[in-house]
């Protein structure tokens, strides 16, 4: 069952990638939507984790490439459109890898506060034990 929802949730991560991709073309290069291809990359990477955000990233950089490419966005040098992606893909990088991170962090920390309460019932009941223990040995004593 886990494997199928990742799988949904990078078919629709990718969907999401798609449309973005397209508003992004035919909306032409003078109306920006960088800030968007951000959604499909941390949802990918928080719900399933560093590898689908990494890779959510790579594609994401590339349809950002082919909708500035293909809506003809002049540049004063022909190289430019090239420092734009690797900018944009070491950005959407950075979003995957913070993004995974955190959401391990988070799990982690989830983790170690159900550990921590389990050794506090534990304790709490071992507290329990000594005090009938020696309310018991103070009662078998005054009898």
Known sequence: ??????????????????????????????????IFYFIPVSISAWLNGRKAGLIMACMS??????SDYYS???????????????????????????VAKIRELMDREKQLKNELEKVNK????????LNNSE?????GNAG
Request: contains cysteine; aromatic residues 20%; hydrophobic residues 45%.
């Open 61 to 66: 950089a590339a349809c950002w490439y082919l």
């Open 72 to 98: 003809h966005h002049p540049y004063s040098k022909a190289y430019l459109i090239y420092w734009e992606m690797w900018i944009r893909w070491l950005t959407f990088l950075t979003t995957a890898f913070t």
């Open 122 to 129: 534990d304790n709490d009941a071992l507290r329990e034990q």
């Open 1 to 34: 069952m886990n494997g199928k929802r990742h799988l949904i949730i990078n078919i629709i991560s990718f969907i999401t990638l798609l449309v973005i991709g397209w508003l992004d073309y035919i909306t032409g290069y003078e109306l920006g939507f960088f």
């Open 135 to 139: 309310s018991n040995r103070h009662n």
